[in-house]
C-alpha cells in the first residue's frame, strides 16, 4: 500500500520554517502546491498554503496532524508569484508563512473563496433620461448618479462605495426611483470607457525613442530606466506601450507609490482604453480588493494599477510591469515582511521573460547606477512636453527676516501676485498639524509623548477640537489649560504646520478657495478624490501640502509652488538624507508650469550657499545625483555595498541592546571575512509606543557574503532563547538606516 504523501505548509506564523501535515481524511485526488488549506496550529486552526509534497519528514508519521480541509480546487497563485514569494522569503530572510499571508487579500487568508460575489449597478432606461441636477434635493443620489452615467456599463458596487457618503442608502433610493438596477455579473473592475477626447498627442522624438525602444523588447526580460524631468510626458509613454501590450493579447500591471495616485492614473487610462481595469490598495474594501484581484487573476481585467502590494497579484497574460515614481520609500514595506515591490517587480519580469519601466524624474542612486552598469537601459526625456517649460527657481534667504506662520513677506507676496494673475499656487511643508508643538513660555516645557521620544503636535479643529496627537503612536491628549511642570498659563505653540498655514491664509487671502491635502484631511474615503476635483475645477486656488502633494500628481494651473523650508534633509543622519531632499525638492518644484502659463518655483532656506542646495538648483538633480554618488562611493555606502539591519525592541530599556550585543557576537563566530558589523547603538527615536529600540548594522561589499552570513545568523536567532525577551526583525536592504 502508497504511503500518503506529507504536505508541506506555509503556516502564518513568526516561525522560520514550514510545517509537515497529512492530507485531510476525506480528500479525494492530488494536492497541488499553490493551494489553501485549513489545519490544526496550536490550539487553533489556521490557513495556509501548501509549499509541495514530499514522501518524508522528520517528524514520526504517528505524530503528525491531518489537515482539516483544501480550501481551493486549483492552485491560487500563478506559477512566477509562487516562484517569487518562494525566493523572498529567503531573499528577505522572513518567515515564509507571513510571506504568502502578506500576498494574499485578507479575506482570502480568513478562508474566503477565490471568487467574485457582488452585484455590478447600472442604469435602467429612466435612469439614462435623468440628469443628476434632477436630484439636487438628494446630494448622495445626485453622485451616485452622476457617476454611473460616466460608466453607461454598469459599475462594481464596491467601486462605488468609495464615493463619499451612504452610498448604500443612495443606491436603494435610486432604485426605488426606478432609475438604478442591479445585475449579478462580475464585479471588482471598471471598465474604460476608451472615449478620450481628441487625438492622443503627438510623441517628442525622445518620447517615440522610448515607446519604439520598448516595444521592440515586448517578448523578452529588459528593464528600462525611463528619466525624464516632471511634464515630459512619461505616463504617455506607459500609454503608448501599454496599448501595443493590450494589442497582443496580454495584461499590464502598473505600480504607483501612494493611494493617491491610483484613481488619477486609472481615470487617464480609463479615458484611452476600452477595457476592464482592475485597482488594487488599501483604501479599498476587504471586498472590493477580492473582486479586483479575482478579476485580475482571472484575466478579466487587462490593466491592474495599485500600489506596492499589487505586485503579489497574479495574472495569466501578463506583458509589461511599470513602476511609476520608481524612487519613492513608498515601494519598501516597513513593517512586517519587509519586502521592496520595485525589485520584487524586475525579478518577477525577469522571471516572466517581459520588459519592466521604471519611471522617474529623480531615479533612486541604486537605479542610476544600475544604469551605468548595463543592467537597465536608460531612456532619457529632456524636456517639457508641448509649450511648457521649467520653471524658473529662486532662493529665499529667511535669516534675519521676519516670518508669519514660516512664511516669509517675499513668498507672501509672490502668493498674491499669482492670485492675481487667475492662477493657482501651491505650498509644500514637511509638517501636518497646527504646529509642531506646545511650549511654556515661563519654564521651557514642551508637551511630550509619554510612550515615544518625540514631541506632541498640535492639532486644531475637527469634531474632536483641539488636541495633542502623537504621529508616531497615536496617543491623543487634550491640551492642558497650565503648563503641568510650573502651572503657568502661558502656553503657546512653537513652530508651524500646514493647519496654521492655512489659518493665516485664510486670513490674508479671504475668498480664496483652499485646499490643504495631508493625512488628517485625507483620511475619509472619497476626500482625496474631492480635494482633486477641487483642485482641477480652479473652486480651490491655493493648495497647502504635505509628501501626499509631491508625488506625480498633474495641476496644469500651478504656476507657483513655494517650498516652506528646505532645510529639513541638509543635515539629517541617515545616509539617504541628502538624495531624499534632492528628490522631494525636485518633485515638488515639478508642480509648477506645467502647462502655457510659465512657472516659477521660490524656496526658503537658512543656508542658502550650501552645497547641496546650490549644486541642484544651478545644475539640476543629475549633477547632484553624480555628486552624490562619488561621496557614497568613497564612504561604502549603497549601491556600492549592501545592507541588512537586525532590529530590536522591548518594554525595557536595556534588553535591546544586550540582545544585539550576543547577536554581534553570534554573527562573529561565524568567521565571515568581508561583513562588517556596525553597533549596535539605540535607534534615532529610542522610545516608541512604549517600547525601547536599538539595531545592528550588517554590510558588506558582496552582496552573496551578505546573505551567506544571514543564512547561518537569522535560524540561529530563531532558536536562541535569548530573542524571546525581545522583539526582533530583520531588515534586508533597508531604506531607513537611523
Known amino acids: 500500500m502508497t504511503a500518503e504523501p506529507i504536505v508541506r505548509i506555509a503556516v502564518p506564523s513568526p516561525l522560520y520554517r514550514h510545517f509537515d501535515y497529512l492530507p485531510p481524511a476525506d480528500h479525494q485526488g492530488t494536492i497541488e502546491p ?55 522569503a529567503n531573499y528577505y530572510h522572513h518567515p515564509p508563512g507571513e510571506v504568502f499571508a502578506a500576498a494574499l487579500p485578507v479575506l482570502l487568508r480568513q478562508g474566503a473563496p477565490a471568487r467574485v460575489t457582488h452585484d455590478h449597478w447600472r442604469l435602467t432606461a429612466a435612469g439614462r433620461a435623468v440628469g443628476p441636477q434632477a436630484l439636487s434635493s438628494a446630494p448622495r443620489q445626485a453622485a451616485v448618479l452622476e457617476r454611473l452615467h460616466q460608466s453607461p456599463e454598469g459599475i462594481a458596487a464596491t467601486t462605488l462605495r468609495e464615493l463619499p457618503g451612504d452610498v448604500p442608502a443612495a443606491l436603494r433610493g ?120 479575482v478579476q485580475a487573476r482571472e484575466g478579466h481585467a487587462r490593466i491592474v494599477i495599485g500600489t506596492r502590494s499589487a505586485v503579489f497579484t497574479s ?118 498639524g497646527f504646529a509642531p508643538t506646545l511650549r511654556c513660555h515661563d519654564c521651557g516645557w514642551m508637551a511630550q509623548c509619554e510612550r515615544c521620544d518625540a514631541r506632541l503636535t498640535v492639532h486644531q479643529g475637527g469634531r474632536r477640537g483641539t488636541r495633542l496627537l502623537c504621529h508616531h503612536c497615536g496617543a491623543v491628549r487634550g491640551v492642558p489649560a497650565d503648563c503641568p511642570a510650573c502651572n503657568s498659563t502661558d502656553l503657546a505653540t512653537l513652530g508651524h504646520g500646514t493647519e496654521r498655514v ?49 508625488k506625480g500628481h498633474h495641476f496644469p494651473g500651478v504656476t507657483l509652488v513655494g517650498i516652506v523650508d528646505a532645510d529639513h534633509g541638509l543635515f539629517g543622519a541617515d545616509f539617504r538624507a541628502g538624495e531624499r531632499m534632492a528628490q522631494l525638492i525636485t518633485q515638488v518644484a515639478g508642480r509648477a508650469g506645467r502647462a502655457a502659463r510659465p512657472g516659477e518655483v521660490l524656496i526658503q532656506t537658512h543656508h542658502p550657499e550650501h552645497p547641496m542646495l546650490t549644486t541642484l538648483l544651478r545644475d539640476g538633480y543629475h549633477a547632484f545625483a553624480h555628486a552624490h554618488m562619488e ?23 536595556d534588553a535591546p541592546m544586550t540582545f544585539l550585543e550576543s547577536v554581534r557576537e553570534l554573527a562573529a563566530s561565524f568567521n565571515s571575512p568581508g561583513v562588517d558589523l556596525l553597533g549596535p547603538v539605540p535607534a534615532s527615536m529610542e522610545r516608541r509606543q512604549g517600547r525601547y529600540r536599538a539595531q545592528l548594522l550588517l554590510q558588506s561589499a558582496q552582496r552573496k557574503t551578505l546573505h551567506a552570513l544571514l543564512a ?27
Open 34 to 88: 499553490g493551494v489553501r488549506v485549513s489545519v490544526p496550529f496550536g490550539r487553533t486552526r489556521v490557513n495556509g498554503m501548501v509549499l509541495a509534497l514530499a514522501t518524508a519528514t522528520d517528524v514520526p508519521r504517528g505524530r503528525l496532524r491531518r489537515a482539516d480541509k483544501v480550501l481551493d480546487d486549483t492552485p491560487l497563485l500563478s506559477e512566477d508569484v509562487f516562484a517569487m514569494l518562494r525566493w523572498a
Open 174 to 293: 435610486l432604485r426605488q426611483r426606478g432609475l438604478v438596477e442591479s445585475a449579478p455579473v462580475p464585479a471588482g473592475v471598471a471598465r474604460g470607457s476608451g472615449d478620450e477626447p481628441g487625438m492622443p498627442p503627438t510623441l517628442t522624438e525622445a518620447q517615440q525613442h522610448a515607446v519604439d525602444s520598448i516595444v521592440q523588447a515586448v517578448d523578452r526580460f529588459q528593464p528600462f530606466l525611463l528619466d525624464g524631468v516632471t511634464g515630459s510626458g512619461k505616463t504617455e509613454v506607459y500609454l503608448r506601450v501599454i496599448e501595443q501590450v493590450l494589442a497582443r493579447g496580454r495584461q499590464a500591471l502598473v505600480l504607483v507609490p501612494e493611494i493617491g495616485l491610483t484613481p488619477q492614473l486609472a481615470q487617464r487610462m480609463a479615458r484611452r482604453f476600452d477595457v476592464p481595469m482592475a485597482m488594487l490598495h488599501s483604501g479599498l474594501t476587504d471586498r472590493a480588493r477580492l473582486d479586483a484581484w
Open 315 to 432: 495574472l495569466p497574460e501578463p506583458g509589461v510591469i511599470v513602476i511609476d515614481e520608481e524612487h519613492d520609500p513608498s515601494f519598501k514595506q516597513q513593517e512586517g515582511f519587509r519586502y521592496s515591490a520595485r525589485d520584487l517587480a524586475v525579478w518577477r519580469a525577469r522571471t516572466l521573460g517581459i520588459p519592466v519601466i521604471l519611471g522617474s524624474a529623480t531615479p533612486a542612486l541604486e537605479s542610476l547606477h544600475n544604469a551605468r552598469e548595463g543592467r537597465y537601459q536608460r531612456l532619457v526625456l529632456e524636456h517639457r512636453t508641448g509649450t511648457a517649460v521649467l520653471p524658473r527657481t529662486g532662493l529665499l534667504d529667511v535669516r534675519r527676516v521676519p516670518l508669519a506662520e514660516g512664511l516669509s513677506p517675499a513668498l507672501l507676496a509672490a502668493i498674491d501676485k499669482h492670485l492675481q494673475a487667475g492662477d493657482q499656487a501651491l505650498l509644500f511643508l514637511n509638517r501636518r
Open 502 to 550: 492655512e489659518q493665516l491664509l485664510a486670513e490674508r487671502f479671504p475668498g480664496i478657495g483652499i485646499a490643504r491635502v495631508d493625512r488628517d484631511t485625507t483620511s475619509r474615503r472619497g476626500s482625496l478624490q474631492q480635494l482633486m476635483d477641487d483642485i482641477h475645477s480652479h473652486r480651490k486656488r491655493l493648495l497647502i501640502g504635505t509628501q501626499m502633494l509631491a
Open 631 to 653: 561621496e557614497r562611493r568613497q564612504a561604502h555606502w549603497p549601491p556600492f555595498s549592501h545592507l541588512a539591519l537586525v532590529r530590536a525592541e522591548a518594554t525595557g530599556a
Open 712 to 738: 547561518h545568523l537569522v535560524p540561529a536567532l530563531a532558536d536562541d532563547k535569548r530573542a524571546r525577551k525581545v522583539r526582533w526583525s530583520v531588515d534586508v536592504d533597508p531604506q531607513e538606516v537611523l
